[in-house]
């Protein structure tokens, strides 16, 4: 069993720059591919980015790619998502993800993973 907690989230100027987290418990999460999803109220939950069990594959939603970065620690059961050149369109509730399996497809489809944290607020407004 796996939980995530992310934290981080905020209040932040158009582009200003955010980072956060996502810490886990259970051993096994070292093994364990992780996403970043995130919703914006009245519309669906869309991929982020995710991140291979090492850290050595990564992949981005359009929308984000080239200003988020996702990262890992594994010594410390955290997973980062680094936010910078914040538009408002980045706002949204940000949840971290966990699979089951621990080969990597770098999946953009949510229902591809296992475990769900409650999500952490991104507001991004002058």
């Known amino acids: 069993q796996v939980q995530l907690l992310e934290s981080g989230g905020g209040l932040v100027q158009p582009g200003g720059s955010l980072r956060l987290s996502c810490a886990a418990s259970?051993?096994?999460?070292?093994?364990?591919?992780v996403g970043w999803f995130r919703q914006a109220p009245g519309k669906e939950r869309e991929f982020v980015a995710a991140?291979?069990?090492?850290?050595?594959?990564?992949d981005y939603g359009d929308s984000v790619k080239g200003r988020f970065t996702i990262s890992r620690d594994n010594a410390k059961n955290t997973v980062y998502l680094q936010m910078n050149s914040l538009k408002p369109e980045d706002t949204a509730v940000y949840y971290c993800a966990a699979q089951q399996v621990s080969y990597y497809t770098g999946s953009r489809n949510l229902n591809d993973y296992d475990y769900w944290g409650q999500g952490t607020q991104v507001t991004v407004s002058s």
């Open positions: 991140i291979s069990r090492a850290g050595g594959s990564t």
């Open positions: 259970g051993r096994t999460f070292s093994s364990r591919p």
